[in-house]
């Protein structure tokens, strides 16, 4: 891409930053999410690194002004790796009360604060809890770089002779906080302008109003008093290539796309609508071109037994849910288990339980994954690490899955599912073969005859003349498939099954540990914790400290060198979003003394907090 | 009668006799069941239908009924208690060339998987439901079903049930099934006509088969039975044909009495006041659906046969049209579509 530069603005200071973390925030009507989105195109154009974080409530329309109706977007970019969102902001734009309130706290002292002044009325006020006005109080602007901008009145100001009704004018005022923001970070506006055009270029006053405010926000920050200096980020020096923004859902989509593509065979995608994980279903049923078909199911157990049933055709069955939903398909999972039929899972964790948070973040689903099913019901479990790394992660699923005749359960969350990172975009060529072989041969043939290598059963469509046979969830003798009640074979299955699934981690490579192969202290996380741990860990280590962290893809089975790893550290750190899953784990099966950090706030870990706890660990004696 | 002629397969579908749909497994239902006669007809009507066996799919869920599938030398699926039709969607969405029959009972398809089975219907996917209707749970050795009649007493409902039964005609029609009817296990011509109307219909075709459980719940269709009230009560639907039944020296009409079904004497009214059974007719097998013994005839035979848009039919269309439009996917160009940088 060619260097984007923002319009010419010399009269001012520019100061280089190496990386900047900016929230916006305001009502769930301010348009908070696409303020942030456009925002982050913006930083991706500059060539930056970036980590995402939107942050909205679960209600659709959330009562104007409330607390619990703000919505917010948040954002780190840097010429460096950026790991995660950021912990503490540089900036903060809050477009009312509400959102000060419920975000002021995250702000950096000397940070840079924008409200817009025109929503601190008495009414905002009162709903947002204010007894006075907080922009009144001296002690703000002695803490923050307060600056007071009338953003409705200037954005009406800007679009006054425009033939637009006074809430449509209204409605663009989140562009005049992004012109502005732009403005401070030296944002190219070509992209927002771009989109502009595309979006409302059925309405040219809309786009129009849109165009001016932006500018008006631009300029406004180049021409006001107020603003003695912004900031530049350079390009970030990432891997050379072609470049495109990836949410984790998205990336799970395409990657399901990638295998059909290369297994020559269709996908069905049963689903029941829940949030984090719907945007799955509504973005694969947009690519039908695949030969992705898509059920919205009457519920989540239809969702996982068309799935199944799919399966059992010899397509590449798939559903995607989160925990709530996964609880309902638990009896539909154990089937697949019993069948020996590909299968997989997506769960996009939320806070829980029950309802719990549907809109935020948890890791707390591990346990569900591994032993959510009645009886012996092993499956096998990977977690993708970043939103781009979801691509990866479903094909991998399904590979799996297809070569070893097993449910695949994926654990992404809704931090990586809404999140969005620059991706560097694969040659999917270059992907492992998916080869699956329906097997018709009749000679020899029996249901339940395993692969030596997998111990995989072999997968026959309806429709092969000569190996017509049922297959069931009652238990069956091993090889012929019959219905056994035998004891002895019984058990034999059990260990069979648990078996397969152990078989699978000759598919997992050597662990990749982050800092030396031995040290005082060995980090150890899964999921979507990976910005976070990495960006606590590579700052322990340029303090000096003896500190190393891997990251776990595969949760079942673990990997074949893990014990060994563990065992090269004095001390095991195993931070992660639910009260201590994963470090029970690791503590039953190797008897390695792995402490958790654990928070469970429905948000991701901070950085910060992990870098504090790795420093106390290590403090302390042995 | 016409041949399925479900998947390419079908031109070359073998000439079959019954035993080449016997499986090697012993069959397992108790002494008397009436499951015995409904295994019998269908592999009895599988070489009329002209699919090669490799094509045919049996699909069941959880109960006595659904053991079915081990007895049938076909591809079968045994799969959880009142998720059969889900993976019958499933299964036929992935697979639209094969033939597929789902068996289920009262319970597994009216209670566990009452859900599921309301959106089969509704969303007409081409699969042949039986539901063996027992009035009984017979696996769990004796509860009520959901079709059992109110005051019930069984091992749950010591002093009667206390919950109306569900008619499994009235709910399909009610689901907008586009093709139900009724049969009974001891009618062997009529269950054999009627499998082969239900297996030829394009979209879901539900057929409740009235069965008898000899050990929990004998003679609860004994009105189709016994000889004498078999000859009163049986009404056979028949398409263009009154609403007559009867003994020949006494035969009865239900005719409408406004929007009521009423029971009169035959000679009493003039032809032209006869209800002629119309199977297009969807409203009219709403109301006949409601008919039972003893105030009115039990209706046995095609109630509703319409035509309607076929789920899967429509969806794969929606496949065809978008690879012809804009050609199969392609990942490589997926990926770099849209807003993309060079770094």
Redesign the interface.
């Given at each position: 891409?060619a260097k984007m530069v923002a319009p010419a603005t010399a009269t001012k200071a520019r100061r280089e930053l190496e990386r900047a973390v900016v929230r916006f925030a305001g009502d769930s009507g301010d348009g908070m999410q696409l303020t942030g989105e456009q925002f982050t195109?913006e930083s991706?154009?500059a060539?930056n690194d970036i980590a995402t974080l939107p942050n909205f409530p679960a209600e659709i329309r959330a009562p104007a002004g409330t607390l619990f109706g703000v919505s917010s977007f948040q954002l780190q970019f840097g010429s460096q790796r950026v790991y995660t969102p950021g912990d503490r902001l540089d900036c903060l734009v809050a477009m009312n009360p509400a959102a000060l309130k419920v975000h002021l706290a995250d702000l950096k002292p000397g940070g840079l604060l924008i409200v817009n002044t025109a929503a601190y009325d008495k009414r905002n006020l009162d709903k947002a809890g204010y007894a006075a006005n907080p922009l009144d109080d001296a002690a703000l602007a002695e803490r923050y770089r307060l600056h007071k901008v009338d953003m409705t009145g200037l954005t009406l100001e800007a679009q006054k002779d425009l033939p637009l009704n006074a809430k449509e004018k209204d409605r663009t005022k989140n562009f005049f906080a992004l012109g502005l923001v732009s403005w401070i970070y030296t944002r190219p506006l070509e992209?927002t302008l771009d989109w502009i055009g595309k979006k409302f270029a059925k309405s040219k006053d809309v786009a129009e109003a849109n165009t001016r405010v932006l500018k008006a926000g631009h300029a406004f920050g180049e021409t006001a008093e107020i603003f003695s200096e912004h900031y530049t980020i350079e390009?970030a020096e990432?891997?050379?290539?072609?470049?495109?923004?990836m949410t984790g859902n998205r990336a799970l989509a395409?990657g399901l796309?990638?295998a059909?593509?290369r297994s020559q065979l269709?996908i069905?995608y049963?689903a029941y609508p829940i949030t984090p994980a719907s945007s799955i279903l509504e973005e694969l049923a947009m690519?039908?071109?695949?030969?992705i078909?898509t059920?919205q199911?009457?519920?989540e157990?239809?969702?996982v037994?068309?799935?199944?049933?799919?399966?059992?055709?010899?397509?590449i069955?798939v559903t995607g849910s989160s925990g709530p939903g996964i609880a309902l398909k638990g009896?539909?999972i154990?089937?697949a288990v019993m069948?020996e039929l590909p299968l997989v899972i997506f769960n996009i964790q939320r806070g829980g339980p029950s309802t719990g948070l549907p809109t935020k973040t948890e890791q707390a689903d591990l346990m569900q994954a591994l032993y959510g099913r009645n009886s012996e019901s092993p499956i096998v479990v990977i977690a993708p690490a970043t939103p781009g790394d979801c691509f990866y992660i479903a094909y991998e699923a399904v590979r799996i899955a297809a070569k070893y005749m097993v449910p695949v359960m994926v654990l992404s969350d809704g931090f990586l599912a809404n999140g969005s990172e620059p991706w560097l975009?694969?040659?999917?060529?270059t992907l492992p073969a998916t080869n699956v072989e329906f097997r018709s041969e009749q000679e020899g043939f029996f249901p339940y005859l395993r692969d030596p290598a997998t111990l995989a059963r072999p997968w026959v469509?309806?429709?092969?003349?000569?190996?017509?046979?049922?297959?069931?969830?009652?238990e069956k003798q091993d090889v012929t498939g019959?219905?056994s009640y035998d004891p002895e074979n019984h058990d034999h299955m059990v260990r069979t099954r648990a078996e397969k699934v152990r078989r699978v981690a000759q598919e997992i490579p050597p662990t990749s540990i982050n800092g030396a192969a031995t040290g005082d202290l060995l980090v150890v996380g899964w999921g979507s914790t990976y910005g976070s741990i990495t960006a606590a860990v590579e700052r322990a280590q340029a303090d000096g400290k003896s500190v190393a962290s891997i990251h776990l893809r595969h949760l079942n089975p673990l990997p074949p060198d893990l014990g060994h790893i563990l065992r090269e550290y004095r001390k095991v750190l195993v931070p992660e979003i639910n009260s201590g899953q994963l470090v029970r784990m690791l503590r039953a099966e190797y008897l390695v003394d792995a402490v958790g950090f654990n928070r469970v706030r429905g948000l991701p870990l901070m950085s910060d907090e992990i870098y504090e706890a790795i420093n106390q660990l290590i403090g302390e004696r042995q | 009668m016409s041949s399925l002629g479900t998947?390419a397969?079908a031109a070359a579908a073998p000439k079959y006799t019954k035993k080449d749909f016997e499986?090697d497994?012993d069959v397992r239902w108790c002494p008397g069941c009436g499951d015995y006669a409904i295994l019998s007809a269908i592999q009895k009507s599988m070489p009329d239908l002209g699919v090669?066996?490799?094509?045919i799919?049996f699909?069941s869920g959880?109960g006595c009924s659904s053991r079915f599938?081990?007895y049938?030398?076909?591809?079968?699926?045994?799969?959880?208690h009142g998720?059969a039709?889900?993976?019958?969607?499933?299964?036929?969405?992935?697979?639209p060339?094969?033939k597929v029959f789902l068996v289920t009972g009262d319970g597994d398809g009216l209670s566990i998987g009452g859900?599921?089975m309301?959106?089969i219907l509704r969303r007409n996917v081409d699969v042949t439901i039986l539901l063996f209707n027992n009035r009984i749970y017979g696996l769990t050795k004796g509860q009520y079903s959901p079709t059992s009649e109110l005051g019930k007493v069984t091992k749950s409902t010591p002093m009667g049930s206390a919950d109306r039964p569900i008619n499994p005609l009235a709910f399909a029609l009610g689901c907008g099934a586009t093709f139900v009817a009724r049969t009974v296990d001891r009618n062997i011509p009529h269950m054999d006509a009627m499998l082969k109307r239900a297996a030829l219909h394009k979209g879901t075709a539900f057929l409740e088969i009235l069965q008898n459980c000899p050990v929990y719940n004998e003679g609860a269709w004994n009105v189709v039975y016994e000889k004498e009230s078999k000859l009163q009560f049986e009404l056979r639907l028949e398409h263009g044909k009154p609403l007559l039944f009867g003994p020949p020296d006494d035969r009865r009409a239900v005719i409408m009495d406004g929007v009521v079904p009423t029971v009169v004497k035959a000679k009493d009214v003039p032809e032209s006041a006869l209800w002629v059974h119309d199977e297009k007719n969807v409203n009219a097998a709403k109301l006949i659906a409601d008919l039972f013994a003893p105030d009115f005839p039990v209706p046995i035979g095609v109630l509703s046969a319409i035509e309607g848009p076929v789920y899967e039919d429509v969806?794969?269309e929606?496949?065809r049209r978008?690879?012809s439009d804009?050609?199969?996917?392609?990942?490589?160009k997926?990926?770099?579509s849209?807003?993309?940088?060079?770094?």
């Open positions: 891409m195109t991706a154009w060539g992209p390009a990432m891997p050379p290539g072609l470049y495109r923004a395409w796309l990638a059909a593509e269709p069905v049963g690519h039908k071109r695949f030969r078909r059920i199911a009457e519920d157990i239809a969702a037994t068309a799935a199944i049933g799919a399966s059992f055709g010899g397509a069955g009896e539909g154990g089937l069948a975009i694969p040659d999917p060529s469509r309806p429709g092969t003349p000569g190996l017509e046979h049922r297959i069931g969830g009652i019959n219905i | 998947g397969g499986s497994q090669p066996r490799e094509n799919v699909i959880i599938p081990y049938m030398n076909t591809y079968g699926f045994h799969t959880i998720r039709p889900a993976i019958a969607t499933g299964l036929r969405l992935a697979r060339d094969v859900n599921h309301l959106h969806l794969l929606q496949e978008a690879i804009r050609g199969p996917g392609e990942i490589a997926l990926l770099t849209g807003d993309t940088w060079k770094i």
